[in-house]
Each structure stands twice: as structure tokens, then as C-alpha cells.
């Protein structure tokens, strides 16, 4: 009897498993896909965000939300925001704005210590707000979170130079090591961007961060640099290793 009773019960796990478990894990897949697909700067087809947004926001509520199904809600809101921005229409890019900051606060309480979460909230609380302690707080917390990591770098680091005198000492610190970690994963091209776009104000720092990387990566920004006719001193690198 006991062990008919064990059976049964196992056999009840088996298909609460199924119906709640594989779903949810279905749809964890299908939210990581939608991530790296917008990470990675995918165009999609008119509508296709706003049937993904549709279909979030129909689901039932739960009380543990998995991360991946956070990231991709947070991540679509925001390329529908920048679409909107892109058409001038203020009114409807106020109200997506307002809905990504809820949105973003929800998946920061699932994974607080997610850096690009961190860097999102910041980017849409200046837009909001413009700048302030609280701001600069949330840009602190995605480099605690993640201090040298290329791919949040790639977007995180001309917004860290923009504010650069504002910030506490050692966010500075990571903010310069992150310009060198940039150049040193072998993103030139950015670098020099950054350089001498938000960065400039604060050439001799960056570039004296420099004197660690790869010395090809220093060349390759050096020749990058003086192609736009700057005459920065890269460390390491000779006049004579300069094409002009």
C-alpha cells in the first residue's frame, strides 16, 4: 500500500514537473536566443518586437522570475524605445522609457548583480532625469558588478568617460582600466573612438593606461590615431612606427 502510495505520488511529481518545469525551461531557451539575437545587433521584422512585448506581457505573473526571461522582456523594451525615439513621437518614447525603468527595476530584484542591467538603468535614468548621485550610482554598481568585461565595455565605456569627473576615485580607476582593457581585447577601433570623442579631455591618463597592452594593439591604435591627424604619444611606440 506504501509503496503504491509512493509510486503515485512520484507519478504526480513526473507531471507537475512537465507542466511547470519544461514550459519555463522552454521558454528560458527561447529568451536567451531573443538576447543574443538583439546583443548582437539583429534587424528585426516591422512588428516582430511589439508580437514578442505582446506575448511577455500575457503571461501569467510568478513569483520567482528566471533571469534569462527577465534579460529579454528588459532587452526588447529597450530596442522598441529606441525605435520610438528614432520617430520623434516624444509622448510614446516617454511611456516606453517609463515602462523599461519598471521593467528594469523587476529584473535588477531577480539578478541584482547584473552588470549590462546596471548600465541599462543607468542609460534610461539620465534620459529621464539627466544626472545625478542616484545615476552615477547605478553606473558604479555595473562596474562592481562587472569591472572588465569586453562586450559591456563596448557600450559602457564612453558613457563612463562622459561623467568621468563626477565619479567616486575608484570608479574612475575602472574606468581607465576598462579604456586599456578595450584596446588590449583587441577593439582598436573602438578604443580610438572613445579616445577622442568623451575620452578627450582625459587623453593623458587613458593613454598613459596604456603601457600594459600588446604591443601591436598600442601600434594599431598609434597608426589608427595619426590617421585622423592626432599626434598622441601611444607608450611604446616610436615616432618613426607613425605613417605620417
Given at each position: 500500500?506504501?509503496?503504491?502510495?509512493?509510486?503515485?505520488?512520484?507519478?504526480?511529481?513526473?507531471?507537475?514537473?512537465?507542466?511547470?518545469?519544461?514550459?519555463?525551461?522552454s521558454?528560458?531557451?527561447a529568451?536567451?536566443d531573443?538576447?543574443?539575437?538583439?546583443?548582437s545587433?539583429?534587424?528585426?521584422?516591422?512588428?516582430?518586437?511589439?508580437?514578442?512585448?505582446?506575448?511577455?506581457?500575457?503571461r501569467?505573473?510568478?513569483?520567482?522570475?528566471?533571469?534569462e526571461?527577465?534579460?529579454?522582456?528588459?532587452?526588447?523594451?529597450?530596442?522598441?524605445?529606441?525605435?520610438?525615439?528614432q520617430?520623434?513621437?516624444?509622448?510614446?518614447a516617454?511611456?516606453?522609457?517609463?515602462?523599461?525603468?519598471?521593467?528594469?527595476?523587476?529584473a535588477?530584484?531577480?539578478?541584482?548583480?547584473?552588470?549590462?542591467?546596471?548600465?541599462?538603468?543607468?542609460?534610461?535614468?539620465?534620459?529621464?532625469?539627466?544626472?545625478?548621485?542616484?545615476?552615477?550610482?547605478?553606473?558604479k554598481?555595473?562596474?562592481?558588478?562587472?569591472?572588465?568585461?569586453?562586450?559591456?565595455?563596448?557600450?559602457?565605456?564612453?558613457?563612463?568617460l562622459?561623467?568621468?569627473?563626477?565619479?567616486?576615485?575608484?570608479?574612475?580607476?575602472?574606468?581607465?582600466?576598462?579604456?586599456?582593457?578595450?584596446?588590449?581585447?583587441?577593439?582598436?577601433?573602438?578604443?580610438?573612438?572613445?579616445?577622442?570623442?568623451?575620452?578627450?579631455?582625459?587623453?593623458?591618463?587613458?593613454?598613459?593606461?596604456?603601457?600594459?597592452?600588446d604591443?601591436?594593439?598600442?601600434?594599431?591604435l598609434?597608426?589608427l590615431?595619426?590617421?585622423?591627424?592626432?599626434?598622441?604619444?601611444?607608450p611604446?611606440?616610436q615616432?618613426?612606427?607613425?605613417?605620417?
Amino acid at each position: 500500500m506504501i509503496l503504491r502510495a509512493l509510486l503515485l505520488l512520484l507519478a504526480l511529481c513526473g507531471v507537475l514537473w512537465s507542466v511547470t518545469v519544461l514550459p519555463s525551461s522552454s521558454r528560458a531557451g527561447a529568451a536567451r536566443d531573443i538576447t543574443a539575437r538583439i546583443m548582437s545587433d539583429e534587424r528585426f521584422k516591422p512588428g516582430r518586437l511589439e508580437q514578442m512585448l505582446a506575448r511577455a506581457e500575457a503571461r501569467p505573473a510568478v513569483s520567482i522570475q528566471q533571469p534569462e526571461i527577465s534579460l529579454a522582456d528588459v532587452l526588447v523594451r529597450l530596442r522598441l524605445a529606441e525605435s520610438v525615439v528614432q520617430r520623434k513621437t516624444s509622448e510614446e518614447a516617454d511611456r516606453e522609457i517609463e515602462a523599461l525603468a519598471r521593467q528594469l527595476v523587476l529584473a535588477l530584484a531577480t539578478s541584482p548583480s547584473d552588470a549590462f542591467l546596471w548600465l541599462m538603468l543607468y542609460s534610461v535614468d539620465v534620459s529621464r532625469s539627466g544626472f545625478s548621485s542616484k545615476t552615477l550610482t547605478y553606473l558604479k554598481q555595473s562596474y562592481l558588478a562587472a569591472p572588465r568585461e569586453a562586450w559591456i565595455a563596448l557600450r559602457r565605456n564612453r558613457l563612463g568617460l562622459a561623467v568621468f569627473p563626477m565619479l567616486e576615485e575608484p570608479v574612475r580607476n575602472n574606468v581607465v582600466s576598462e579604456f586599456a582593457g578595450l584596446l588590449d581585447s583587441g577593439f582598436p577601433e573602438e578604443a580610438a573612438a572613445n579616445l577622442v570623442s568623451t575620452g578627450w579631455p582625459h587623453r593623458k591618463i587613458l593613454l598613459a593606461s596604456l603601457e600594459p597592452v600588446d604591443f601591436a594593439n598600442r601600434q594599431t591604435l598609434s597608426k589608427l590615431l595619426a590617421a585622423q591627424g592626432l599626434k598622441l604619444e601611444v607608450p611604446g611606440i616610436q615616432p618613426s612606427d607613425r605613417p605620417w
